[in-house]
């Protein structure tokens, strides 16, 4: 089993920056990736971002990009998403996901690993 604990979420305005955080605990696997999706309420799950285990390869979706930026940094078993010009439609709970087959998929179903989630809030 793979534990993943995010952090990093809060209240922020509108053109402000965020840091999550995804730290994986207990089994790990070499070619996992590790990727973003969130929540709004009363919305439907939506993919964020993802990257390979070596984070040379990334996918991102269209209403982050340029905005957003996942990274990863193996030796701490930890993904990152800057998250820059956050707008109030950016406002869900944030999650870490891990696809142990390392793809880079954007359908929820594709990923093996959730974590609890963080709120993310921004104001207008």
């Known amino acids: 089993q793979v534990q993943l604990a995010e952090s990093g979420g809060g209240s922020v305005q509108a053109g402000g920056s965020l840091r999550l955080s995804c730290v994986a605990s207990g089994r790990t696997f070499s070619s996992a990736s590790m990727g973003w999706f969130r929540r709004a309420p009363g919305k439907a799950r939506e993919f964020v971002a993802a990257?390979?285990?070596?984070?040379?390869?990334?996918n991102y979706a269209d209403s982050v990009k340029g905005r957003f930026t996942i990274s990863r940094d193996n030796t701490k078993n930890m993904g990152l998403l800057q998250m820059n010009s956050l707008k109030p439609e950016d406002t869900a709970v944030y999650y870490c996901?891990?696809?142990?087959?390392?793809?880079?998929?954007?359908?929820?179903?594709?990923?093996?690993?959730w974590g609890q989630g963080t709120q993310v809030t921004v104001s207008s």
């Open positions: 996901v891990v696809d142990r087959l390392g793809h880079l998929l954007s359908t929820w179903y594709s990923y093996d690993y």
């Open positions: 990257t390979t285990w070596s984070g040379l390869r990334t």
